[in-house]
Structures are given as structure tokens and as C-alpha cells.
């Protein structure tokens, strides 16, 4: 973070949730923060503070819902 630049690789759930504010002070102090999700997730909300690059996933919503 030094550098002003952070990637961000939530992993699904509540460690996102832990972090989502987290990230959005750190876009707000100037930080460039570009956060890698996955096209098919639970409960990972974007906003305008920082950058959101998805990537594809082999599973459907519906197929995530069952495997949990």
C-alpha cells in the first residue's frame, strides 16, 4: 500500500464483507485499489471507490447456491 496501488483478491462471503469498507477508505485516501472478482459471487457489491475486473468462473449462481 505504500505505493498507493492495491489488487484485491476477496475470497467469497464474509472475508469480503470484512473488507469491502476497508478498501473503499483506502480508494478514498487516494489509493488506487482494483479488486478481482469472479462473474458468478455471493454478496460482492462494487461502488464507485474503486476499479472491479471480473473474471469468468465455470459456475452458475444456481450451481454455487447447491454446492453450499
Known sequence: SEGG???VVPMMGSHWLS??????????RGHEVV???????WQME????????????RQTLDELDNAF
Do not use: D
Not at 46 to 57: E, H, L, R
Open 5 to 7: 496501488k492495491l489488487l
Open 19 to 28: 473488507m469491502q469498507e476497508v478498501v473503499e477508505e483506502l480508494s478514498r
Open 35 to 41: 479488486v478481482l472478482v469472479p462473474e458468478v459471487s
Open 46 to 57: 462494487t461502488t464507485q471507490a474503486y476499479k472491479v475486473v471480473t473474471y469468468p468462473v
